[in-house]
């Protein structure tokens, strides 16, 4: 199906993208690496007069150091992200995470600010991004301002952006030296995740010093495990331990029956796949 017809604009600086949304009002849509919006268009389930690409805006790519901190353009691809050394250092369970993203090609075009964006809650990356405490800069007509993930995610493919802000960068906190898995379950290969864990902790000694734990798709946003996190909490990293913690997996979560999966089996993979997930960061 062909897109119904809108205004294309590709602004080269991040304060002419503001003053386009701004122009375009709420009936404008924001194109990072497109392949999320781009079917929708096709499909014609999305109707925006304007569309504004972020493509030619240069300084919205690329990782670096700031201080303690870890800064990540929101244009950086899903390709560059999993392999940068920056972030295979300092946050190396969103790079992990970032490997499962759909294929090749989608991760070559694909941008980490879009997938956060999109606020999917059977995209992968929200819930590395909850984890390792991360924080969204907006820029709107106002300056920039800072959201934490916490914040940041607020319903199904609902943010704290407003209708004339782009999300520019993500900062993190540096985590290195800290263990990392996702663990994911899906159908099929490139398929959203029916759940998906993601899991940073810190060994020390062979008992689980410090733990962190996101589930993927178990809500309308990303859901921190903490009562999982506080079963971990000085106990041996074994097997038997893990196993118990990873009980109180469903705790404050709200799973929704879909075509993919009932409430109880969502649950049940919550658990099964914490498990798993932890077990495979502190062991490596």
Known sequence: MIPAQFEYIAPPTVEEAVVALSEAGEDAKVMAGGQSLLPVLRMRLADPGTVVDLGRI?????VREDGDALVIGAMTTHHDVLRDPLVQQHAKLLALTTRTVADPQVRHRGTLGGSLAHAD???????PALVLDAEMVL???SGRRVVPAAEFFVDYFTTALEPDELLVEVRMPKWTGWSAHYEK?????QAWSIVGVAAAVRVSGGTIAEARIGLTN???TPIRARGVEQA??????TAEAVRAAARHATEGTSPAADASADVDYREHLAEVLTGRAVLAAAGG
Do not use: C, I, T, Y
Request: hydrophobic share 45%; charged share 10%; net charge negative.
């Open 185 to 189: 379950f899906n159908r099929v290969a």
């Open 232 to 237: 971990l909490v000085g106990q041996p990293a």
């Open 139 to 141: 820029a709107g007509p």
């Open 218 to 220: 178990m809500g309308p």
């Open 121 to 127: 809650p059977a995209g992968d990356l929200p819930a």
């Open 58 to 62: 240069a300084e919205l790519s690329g």
